[in-house]
Structures are given as structure tokens and as C-alpha cells.
């Protein structure tokens, strides 16, 4: 049986990766240039991608439904997609190809100079990831790493890097999710002001 204090401990913890975050004036600073680029990508009519690995695709799916759907409240959709959602896309290529293609060939499908990719893993070395990193560089899109303290391979790919201060999953995966969350806002609320 689960004990409270092992309970509180585990809120506590997610609670100083929290802190360590908002203490990061570079790290903030980080995510209000992220969302400004968003913006920017909307107003120019590019779209934003999503992709990652397990935990981490459900965060790219939850973060592009937030932008395509709603966030706060009714506005028009925002052009905003999750890589891995078509299965018979992922299988095929992942079969035909490998699975460190399967994001890198989409990207070079559907990609444009300007649109936006976010690619969220933990250990920031996602090999799928990197690859669709030097494809959306190599087509102009902006690249955004989510990953934790290290950055990982993906740092030195990234125009923006999210790296949140923990190298542990769970806790860095909770924080992935509220900076998503304050990207969604503050795109919403810049786009479409109430």
C-alpha cells in the first residue's frame, strides 16, 4: 500500500522542478520567444508539428489537439498535428524504411520553409527525432527541442530548446506538458484576444 509520505514526496519533487524552471530567467525567456515564433508561424499561415516517442507522443498528441481544437475557449483552429497519429503511415515506413525514418519522411511530405516542429523526448537523443530535425532544417522549418537538464543530441539542433531542469522522466514529462500548456495560452490569447 502506498504510503502519503511517499505521495508527498512525489508532488514535492514535481513541485521543485516547477520552481527550478521559474527561477530560469533564460528558460522563460525561451518559452516567450517560442510562443512569439508561433505566432508568427500562424500569422504567415504555417502549421505546427509534434512529434516524440511513447510518454512523449501522447504529450505531441495532446499539445496539437489544444492548438487545433481549443484551449481556453472558442476560437478558429489552428493548423496543428501530431506525426505519429496515422498508424498505417508509421508501420509502413517503419517497416520499408526503419523507424528512424518514420518522422523525417513526413516531414519532407508536408514540411515548409517556416512551419514549426516540436520534438519532445526526455533523454533528448531520440534517433527518429533528430533525423526529422535535419530534414525540417534542411526544408526551413523552426526547430523546437522539449527535452530535459542535458538537451541531449537534439540540443545543438535546436533553434529554441526547452530543457527542463531534471533528469528525471516523470517529472521532466509533467513539465513538458505545462510548458505546452503556457505555449498554447499565450498563442491563443495573442491570436485570438479576448
Known sequence: ?????????????????????????????TIAKLSDRIVEAYRNKGVVYFCGNGG??????????E?????????????????HVNTSYLTAVANDYSYDEIYARYIR????????LIGISTSGNS?????????AKAIGMVVVAFTGATGGEMKQHADYLINIPSKDTPRIQESHIMVGHIVCQLVESSLFPQ
Do not use: C, W
Not at 56 to 62: E, K, T
Not at 71 to 80: E, G, I, K, T
Not at 127 to 135: M, S
Open 1 to 29: 500500500m502506498a504510503t502519503t509520505n511517499m505521495i508527498k514526496d512525489i508532488i514535492n519533487q514535481s513541485i521543485k522542478v516547477k520552481q527550478d524552471l521559474v527561477s530560469d530567467a533564460h528558460l522563460v525567456e
Open 56 to 65: 512523449s507522443a501522447a504529450d505531441a498528441q495532446h499539445l496539437a489537439a
Open 67 to 83: 492548438l487545433s481544437g481549443r484551449f481556453y475557449y472558442d476560437r478558429p483552429p489552428l493548423a496543428a498535428e501530431a506525426l
Open 109 to 116: 511530405g508536408v514540411g515548409r520553409a517556416g512551419d514549426v
Open 127 to 135: 534517433k527518429n527525432i533528430l533525423r526529422a530535425f535535419e530534414a
